[in-house]
């Protein structure tokens, strides 16, 4: 029952969501409509550090190397056609998911099978900043500091319809999360946050499965650079750096870990108040959103997802649970 009632909050949450979504290309510019685009591409990456961070315990503060070499191949792929005359959006999408998601695995193996999960945090910080020097020093191959345009004739006009695609996609990755929390692997992922080596004990091979999860998450990262790319039609070197992926942290982390629906509107939340912000404060913009995350992490500690929680409880939409009846 308990189950049942905490479902039915969560889809009440989803179903608002998604009905604000099909409204908002309607009432709002294209400009916003173009921001919110970008801002749901970037909640893959907060999706997916959720998968490995909330789900896990394996914090990666790297995740946007693997969204800047997906958009990096996407960039490749579409503008080697297009000399070609054609455009290929499935050779594209499989580039870019497929190429982060070797990476990640590969990453993922060699630092897990010498136990050095206490430094693979550093090792994370270390990609996105080697990755955005490779880049930039590549400048016959990847265009350097100027980065890659897409040819103007592969970039879809029509902003709305790319932004229900990518609404479409994000719901479509959430559920394929959803699923693998909810299977016997996402049962093990838990248990290896809670404790890896009873985890080991009990017969499971734990590095087996922090490297499938990990180079999962790399490949639907990867899959928001092909979006990001194909909405924006130019990819730059600060796509894989460490800023953006520091600011995935903090999106998942106001969000609200293992909950996978929390980073998502924690992205949402925080892009837009940085964007609303730097217009009405100017300089001062960057030291309001510091104080704004502070006053978020000590008072909701649970990050919206725990605020949407509580919400639920006082509704009658979910019993509460134990962590509920601590708060109150």
């Known amino acids: ?52 961070w909330g789900y896990t315990g394996i914090l990666s503060i790297g995740q946007f190397a693997f969204f800047g070499a997906g ?13 070609m005359g054609t455009a290929s959006y499935p050779l594209a999408f499989l580039a870019a998911v497929g190429i982060p998601g070797i990476l990640g695995l590969v990453v993922a193996l060699i ?9 693979f945090v550093l090792v994370t910080i270390a990609l996105a900043i080697i990755s955005e020097k490779i880049v930039i020093n590549q400048t016959e191959l990847l265009g350097g500091l100027n980065g890659l345009i897409l040819p103007y004739w592969v970039v879809p006009m029509n902003k709305a319809a790319l932004f229900y695609l990518v609404v479409g996609v994000v719901v479509l990755v959430y559920l394929l999360c959803r699923t693998v929390v909810e299977s016997p692997f996402g049962k093990v992922l838990r248990a290896i946050k809670d404790s890896e080596k009873r985890t080991q004990y009990l017969g499971y091979n734990t590095r087996l499965y922090k490297v499938s999860v990990y180079g999962l998450a790399a ?22 750096g460490f800023a953006l992926s520091f600011d995935s942290v903090v999106w998942a982390a106001i969000g609200g870990l293992g909950t996978l629906y929390g980073p998502v509107a924690g992205t949402l939340l925080v892009s837009w108040a940085k964007f609303y912000l730097s217009g009405v404060l ?3 913009w960057l030291l309001a959103v510091g ?12 990050g919206f997802a725990g605020v949407t929680r509580g919400l639920s409880v006082r509704l009658g939409l979910a019993k509460p649970t134990g962590a509920d009846l601590r708060m109150d």
């Open 1 to 52: 029952m308990l189950r049942t009632r905490g479902n039915r909050a969560r889809w009440v949450i989803m179903g608002a969501g998604a009905l604000v979504c099909l409204a908002l290309p309607f009432i709002t510019g294209r400009l916003v409509t173009e921001l919110l685009t970008t801002y749901l591409i970037f909640s893959l990456v907060a999706l997916s550090l959720d998968l490995i």
């Open 71 to 83: 958009a990096y191949a996407t960039a490749l792929v579409v503008r080697g056609l297009a000399d």
């Open 111 to 119: 630092f897990f099978s010498v136990n050095l999960d206490e430094l």
């Open 219 to 240: 490949a639907i990262a990867g899959l928001g650079g092909f979006l990001y790319a194909i909405l924006s039609g130019f990819v730059a070197p600060p796509l894989l």
């Open 282 to 284: 100017l300089e001062y």
């Open 291 to 302: 104080f704004l995350f502070i006053v978020a992490v000590i008072y909701f500690p649970e």
